[in-house]
């Protein structure tokens, strides 16, 4: 393919995926999603398009991402649902600073008083490169773009009750993508659980590097990334967005079947990296 066919192959796809958010945008809540408890103090509170967690630390909730601009009620009206109140959620660790992740936490922490956190480099690019949040792409009426309370570097610990967050940087999706591994508590249990902060391949085209200012080693990156955490020790994998750990087919399962517990799978993880891998590797052989 030619530089012309790539443009048109990138305009396409962004058309595509326009048309399918106008629906979601102008009407939101037909795209809400029940929450409920993946396992012990670990919750599912995204929709249909985004994934947020929450975790019951004993010492306040702690919130993994906080979806889009336009799904804030979403959000809070989720965490009212399972039982919790939403003054409660002392921190949002964001996975990385586009807006579909980023886009409740002003709210949250204007109504609340949360801490926002990301990462040094995901920090970074919302003030020095604003334009790679895409906030056009949104429709939201107000920017998503926070000055965070606390930044994450690579490796860094960051507790809260009874939880400990183990932050990897896992740059390539976006350059301020990080990672989470920490253990969720159910009775006597601990649960080891994996995060991967940005796997959407969307960003990495050519086209949209170069659109975008990107160098073209964000694609090794992106893979580097996957190679650095794959051989972690996970039992429950969280999805960043619900089709790429198929959170909602796995929740179907379990009100289908409530004796067996879909989520926990101890293979996930190192099937997650590799497929990811390689499909990516087939991703840029196709011309990409
Ligand atoms: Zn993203």
């Known amino acids: 393919m030619d530089l012309e066919k790539y443009r048109a192959n990138y305009e396409q ?8 958010n106008l629906d979601f945008y102008a ?29 019951d630390t004993g010492d306040g909730l702690l919130v993994f991402d906080s979806g889009f601009p336009c799904t804030t ?6 965490i009212w649902e399972l039982g919790f109140n939403p003054k409660d959620v002392k921190c949002i660790i964001h996975s990385h600073e586009h807006f579909d992740h980023i886009g409740s ?16 480099e995901g920090a970074r690019v919302m003030k020095e490169r604003p334009e790679w949040v895409y906030m056009e792409a949104s429709e939201g009426k107000h920017s998503p773009i926070f000055t965070p309370d606390k930044t994450l570097r690579d490796g860094e610990r960051f507790t809260l ?12 999706h976006s350059p301020g993508v990080m990672s ?8 006597d ?39 650095k955490v794959r051989d972690r020790q996970v039992d429950i994998v969280l999805g960043n967005h619900p089709r790429q750990n198929e959170t909602l ?40």
């Open 249 to 288: 087919d796995k929740r179907r399962r379990m009100l289908e079947d409530p004796s067996v517990n879909p989520f926990i799978d101890s293979q996930e993880w190192q099937r997650f990296c590799d497929t990811m891998s390689e499909q990516f590797r087939q991703f840029m052989e196709n011309g990409n």
């Open 161 to 172: 009750g009874n939880t400990t967050v183990e932050c990897v940087h896992t740059p390539g």
């Open 73 to 78: 009620h979403l959000m809070i009206q989720a």
């Open 180 to 187: 989470f591994f920490f253990q969720a508590q159910d009775g």
């Open 13 to 20: 796809i962004q058309k595509l995926q326009q048309t399918k």
């Open 189 to 227: 249990k601990r649960w080891n659980v994996g995060y991967f902060g940005g796997a959407g391949f969307n960003t990495l085209y050519k086209e949209a590097l170069k659109a975008d200012g990107r160098p073209l080693e964000a694609r090794e990156q992106f893979l580097q990334s996957l190679a």
């Open 105 to 120: 936490a002003c709210e949250f922490r204007q109504l609340f008083g949360t801490q926002l956190l990301i990462s040094e």
């Open 27 to 55: 009407y939101p809540a037909k795209y809400y999603c029940h929450p409920f408890r993946i396992v012990g103090n670990l919750y599912y509170i995204g929709d249909q398009k985004v994934c947020s967690h929450l975790v």
